[in-house]
């Protein structure tokens, strides 16, 4: 799996959800829990993962949407 979208904003990960579901393009959020860790201050981002060889439809997807997405490094 691959990064898509590493961020703080819940509403951008919301956003993004939506939009890959309506693609068909199957998503795993990770980092969901870790707000009890730090103490819910919204501090640690959240990551949504895609299957390698879905990557580049879900950056499209993403983009043509105004959605930030990871690059790769």
């Keep these: 799996m691959k990064e898509l979208l590493r961020t703080n904003d819940p509403t951008e990960t919301a956003l ?3 939009l890959l579901d ?3 393009i199957d998503y795993f959020e ?3 829990h870790m707000s009890v ?3 819910s201050i919204g501090i640690l981002p959240r990551r949504l993962m895609v299957r390698d060889r ?4 879900a950056r499209a997807v993403m983009r043509d949407n105004g959605l930030p997405v990871t690059e790769d490094r």
């Design 16 to 18: 993004a959800k939506a």
């Design 22 to 24: 309506g693609e068909g």
């Design 30 to 32: 990770m980092d969901v």
């Design 37 to 39: 860790l730090e103490g």
């Design 54 to 57: 879905d990557l580049f439809m």
